[in-house]
T-cell receptor, first 120, second 112 residues
Framework: GAGVSQSPSNKVTEKGKDVELRCDPISGHTALYWYRQSLGQGLEFLIYFQGNSAPDKSGLPSDRFSAERTGGSVSTLTIQRTQQEDSAVYLC??????????????????FGPGTRLTVL | AQSVTQPDIHITVSEGASLELRCNYSYGATPYLFWYVQSPGQGLQLLLKYFSGDTLVQGIKGFEAEFKRSQSSFNLRKPSVHWSDAAEYFCAVGYNNNDMRFGAGTRLTVKP
């Protein structure tokens, strides 16, 4: 498709299990973001990938969270030993390198539909 | 530290009334500014953005926002609210390192 896709759309897991969330960005978009939205809360930045640069992991809440981006395209967010407080909607977004004058995406980042994670 | 503040968690307005949602940011330089809307069960949709130039920006669905450097604000406005505008609204700020941060959101309820 033409948009950002995420899978699964819903994930229910037991406390202590590991989960993997997948994001397929728009083709050609070099920037990829992961955000988390807890119930009734705003968006919490988790991690940002830009091309081949080292990712900005400053938003990851604990060392149980990790993310990788293979081949500059698909990204996987992994949560190890899940806790109930990890329950949230995990959103992925992608964009061109729109801060650089050479490549300007007037639409800004496009968001995927999210993965709703429930930890029992 | 870079931050985005939406002071109002929840706002209720009557249908047909005017609306203003507040957004303030902290950043040393001119940021890139966005407003997104999230309807119930839907993803985030971009309403409008400011990169440079005219500080009054027009967006979709009749929304507009004004960048005021002196106040570090980017408030969203609409002259006449429709019931379909009920949603969660997020202000976002982009920085020169390609980072992007969001406010906590303002939930808009529209009374008949």
């Amino acid at each position: 498709g033409a948009g950002v896709s995420q899978s699964p759309s819903n994930k229910v897991t037991e406390k202590g299990k590991d989960v993997e969330l997948r994001c397929d960005p728009i083709s050609g978009h070099t920037a990829l973001y992961w955000y988390r939205q807890s119930l009734g809360q705003g968006l919490e930045f988790l991690i940002y990938f830009q091309g081949n640069s080292a990712p900005d992991k400053s938003g990851l809440p604990s060392d149980r969270f990790s993310a990788e981006r293979t081949g500059g395209s698909v990204s996987t967010l992994t949560i190890q030993r899940t806790q109930q407080e990890d329950s949230a909607v995990y959103l992925c977004a992608s964009s061109l390198v729109w801060f650089m004058k050479l490549a300007f995406d007037p639409q800004g980042p496009f968001f995927g539909p999210g993965t709703r994670l429930t930890v029992l | 530290a870079q931050s985005v503040t939406q002071p109002d968690i929840h706002i209720t307005v009557s249908e047909g009334a005017s609306l203003e949602l507040r957004c303030n940011y902290s950043y040393g330089a001119t940021p890139y500014l966005f407003w997104y809307v999230q309807s119930p069960g839907q993803g985030l949709q971009l309403l409008l953005k400011y990169f440079s130039g005219d500080t009054l920006v027009q967006g979709i669905k009749g929304f507009e926002a004004e960048f005021k450097r002196s106040q570090s604000s980017f408030n969203l406005r609409k002259p006449s609210v429709h019931w379909s505008d009920a949603a969660e609204y997020f202000c976002a700020v982009g920085y020169n390192n390609n980072d992007m941060r969001f406010g906590a959101g303002t939930r808009l309820t529209v009374k008949p």
